[in-house]
């Protein structure tokens, strides 16, 4: 009974290791191995639909990816330069404001000409910025042409020398809220782009006061290599350092590293991974089972992790900082236990456990104590659920759920233990939290391809992350500072 469960564990419904299968009590682990390089190896195209929006619905009477209605968020302007050479940061810039959802973004035609106010010139305010005053001469920003055009907020970026000054203007105020001066390395340097992604959200933090989500990364797996991607679909990179089949990839807390499991001999071993040089150590203990899904505990010190043996599937943790001190969270016995992800504050784990017969979602302490149903379902009704992941608010675990047949994504409020389904167009699975909490990247078909999309759950918007089909267990980053975001 212990081997059946520990493969049904390991192939689960798309969650972050493989697809459920069961086999009988007489195969062993070269069965185990052989069906998870299969289903990594296995993933073409599906069968192309002819909607790609969603059309469910979530709290709050928005409708996922039907309508998105603009309008309801602050309107900024990117005010039109020529010249200046920086026509490639306006652009990265731009679309990082929009890809945030926070304003609604209002191009205009190129030229100088629609900035210019004859009746008002600038003054000092007191905040160190300019103000508009009437009488003035011509130069200052037109401050109600901007605001009948439905323009909250205008984002001027200019070249001071070799720096860039982003400034931020107050429509309503007539006046400039922030400049930010920044040197922006060359546009050949590895890190512009991280660089300029830094740039719009000090941007957008000085116009409503919340960090941005632009300077991030998400990670994925696809043909069973672990690749990087910036949060707006551009700068892909190969980033796992071995040629053989490795996932479940895993951000550390502080961005710098990474984990993700690696095939060798019919185990899984778990690997910790510098973001900026490549180097990769092997974390102390893994390599003598199958293990796989690597969590990082928020202060990066500890790791939970699943091992499935001939006895079963279960959770450990190890001290990662000092590479010791293996310690057991769960015991199987009949049942398997996955897929670990930390609270915030790093005093719980959500995981999977099959203990009621199907995946559901459970809790239990960090130290594997009080162990309780999470997400609710109703037994003999709801489907299986996997792939949990702890939002950085604290407030919610997103997870995926099987629905009539097909993987959707849920997400699960913390506090009330109520469960609210996000999509219902195709099949979607392996959510991850971006910094903010209001993102999620996961993995869908419903371009007819499983692909990388992003939702924001405020507005239902959902936008294509990446357009190339079979990726797959996809991690978002936390934010990445200057010292984070360096390129292998």
Same mark, same amino acid.
């Given at each position: 009974?212990?081997?059946? *469960?520990?493969?049904?564990?390991?192939?689960?419904?798309?969650?972050?290791?493989?697809?459920?299968?069961?086999?009988?009590?007489?195969?062993?682990?070269?069965?185990?191995?052989?069906?998870?390089?299969?289903?990594?190896?296995?993933?073409?195209?599906?069968?192309?639909?002819?909607?790609?929006?969603?059309?469910?619905?979530?709290?709050?009477?928005?409708?996922?990816?039907?309508?998105?209605?603009?309008?309801?968020?602050?309107?900024?302007?990117?005010?039109?330069?020529?010249?200046?050479?920086?026509?490639?940061?306006?652009?990265?810039?731009?679309?990082?404001?929009?890809?945030?959802?926070?304003?609604?973004?209002?191009?205009?035609?190129?030229?100088?000409?629609?900035?210019?106010?004859?009746?008002?010139?600038?003054?000092?305010?007191?905040?160190?910025?300019?103000?508009?005053?009437?009488?003035?001469?011509?130069?200052?920003?037109?401050?109600?042409?901007?605001?009948?055009?439905?323009?909250?907020?205008?984002?001027?970026?200019?070249?001071?020398?070799?720096?860039?000054?982003?400034?931020?203007?107050?429509?309503?105020?007539?006046?400039?809220?922030?400049?930010?001066?920044?040197?922006?390395?060359?546009?050949?340097?590895?890190?512009?782009?991280?660089?300029? *992604?830094?740039?719009?959200?000090?941007?957008?933090?000085?116009?409503?006061?919340?960090?941005?989500?632009?300077?991030?990364?998400?990670?994925?797996?696809?043909?069973?290599?672990?690749?990087?991607?910036?949060?707006?679909?551009?700068?892909?990179?190969?980033?796992?350092?071995?040629?053989?089949?490795?996932?479940?990839?895993?951000?550390?807390?502080?961005?710098?590293?990474?984990?993700?499991?690696?095939?060798?001999?019919?185990?899984?071993?778990?690997?910790?991974?510098?973001?900026?040089?490549?180097?990769?150590?092997?974390?102390?203990?893994?390599?003598?089972?199958?293990?796989?899904?690597?969590?990082?505990?928020?202060?990066?010190?500890?790791?939970?992790?699943?091992?499935?043996?001939?006895?079963?599937?279960?959770?450990?943790?190890?001290?990662?900082?000092?590479?010791?001190?293996?310690?057991?969270?769960?015991?199987?016995?009949?049942?398997?236990?996955?897929?670990?992800?930390? %609270?915030?504050?790093?005093?719980?784990?959500?995981?999977?456990?099959?203990?009621?017969?199907?995946?559901?979602?459970?809790?239990?302490?960090?130290?594997?104590?009080?162990?309780?149903?999470?997400?609710?379902?109703?037994?003999?009704?709801?489907?299986?659920?996997?792939?949990?992941? @702890?939002?950085?608010?604290?407030?919610?675990?997103?997870? *995926?759920?099987?629905?009539?047949?097909?993987?959707?994504?849920?997400?699960?409020?913390?506090?009330?233990?109520?469960?609210?389904?996000?999509?219902?167009?195709?099949?979607?699975?392996?959510?991850? @939290?971006?910094?903010?909490?209001? *993102?999620?990247?996961?993995? %869908?078909?419903?371009?007819?391809?499983?692909?990388?999309?992003?939702?924001?759950?405020?507005?239902?918007?959902?936008?294509?992350?990446?357009?190339?089909?079979?990726?797959?267990?996809?991690?978002?980053?936390?934010?990445?500072?200057?010292?984070?975001?360096?390129?292998?």
């Amino acid at each position: 009974m212990g081997r059946r *469960h520990s493969l049904r564990a390991v192939l689960l419904l798309g969650t972050k290791t493989m697809k459920r299968r069961t086999v009988g009590r007489s195969d062993g682990r070269k069965v185990i191995v052989a069906a998870v390089l299969v289903s990594l190896l296995s993933f073409g195209p599906t069968v192309r639909r002819s909607d790609g929006q969603d059309t469910s619905a979530i709290d709050r009477g928005v409708r996922i990816g039907i309508i998105y209605r603009p309008g309801v968020r602050p309107g900024l302007v990117m005010l039109p330069r020529t010249g200046q050479g920086l026509d490639s940061v306006r652009v990265i810039v731009a679309r990082d404001l929009d890809y945030g959802d926070r304003f609604e973004v209002i191009t205009l035609p190129g030229g100088d000409s629609i900035r210019l106010a004859s009746t008002t010139g600038p003054r000092r305010s007191s905040a160190g910025g300019s103000t508009a005053t009437k009488g003035a001469t011509a130069g200052a920003l037109n401050y109600p042409l901007y605001q009948a055009l439905g323009a909250d907020f205008a984002l001027d970026i200019t070249a001071a020398g070799d720096t860039t000054v982003a400034t931020l203007h107050d429509i309503a105020a007539a006046s400039v809220r922030r400049s930010v001066r920044v040197q922006l390395p060359r546009s050949s340097d590895p890190d512009f782009r991280q660089a300029v *992604h830094r740039l719009a959200d000090q941007a957008l933090q000085a116009a409503i006061g919340t960090p941005g989500i632009a300077a991030t990364r998400i990670l994925f797996v696809k043909d069973g290599k672990v690749y990087r991607i910036d949060q707006d679909g551009a700068d892909q990179k190969l980033v796992s350092s071995t040629d053989r089949q490795a996932m479940s990839p895993a951000w550390g807390a502080d961005g710098r590293r990474f984990a993700y499991m690696e095939f060798q001999a019919g185990k899984g071993w778990l690997y910790l991974q510098e973001m900026g040089s490549g180097k990769r150590t092997a974390v102390a203990t893994t390599g003598s089972a199958l293990d796989f899904t690597p969590a990082f505990s928020p202060d990066g010190q500890t790791m939970a992790f699943s091992r499935a043996t001939e006895e079963g599937t279960d959770l450990y943790t190890i001290n990662i900082k000092n590479n010791c001190c293996l310690r057991r969270l769960t015991v199987g016995r009949f049942s398997d236990n996955l897929s670990p992800t930390f %609270s915030p504050d790093g005093q719980r784990i959500a995981f999977v456990s099959t203990r009621p017969g199907l995946p559901q979602i459970y809790v239990m302490a960090a130290d594997g104590t009080d162990q309780q149903l999470f997400a609710p379902f109703d037994y003999g009704v709801t489907g299986a659920s996997n792939a949990p992941e @702890w939002s950085p608010d604290g407030q919610s675990v997103a997870f *995926h759920r099987d629905v009539a047949g097909t993987l959707q994504v849920f997400v699960l409020d913390v506090r009330t233990r109520t469960v609210r389904q996000l999509t219902s167009v195709g099949r979607n699975e392996d959510p991850t @939290w971006a910094p903010d909490s209001r *993102h999620l990247a996961f993995v %869908s078909d419903r371009s007819g391809y499983r692909q990388l999309w992003i939702i924001d759950l405020d507005t239902g918007r959902i936008r294509p992350l990446l357009q190339q089909s079979g990726a797959r267990l996809p991690a978002w980053s936390p934010r990445l500072s200057e010292a984070t975001s360096s390129t292998p």
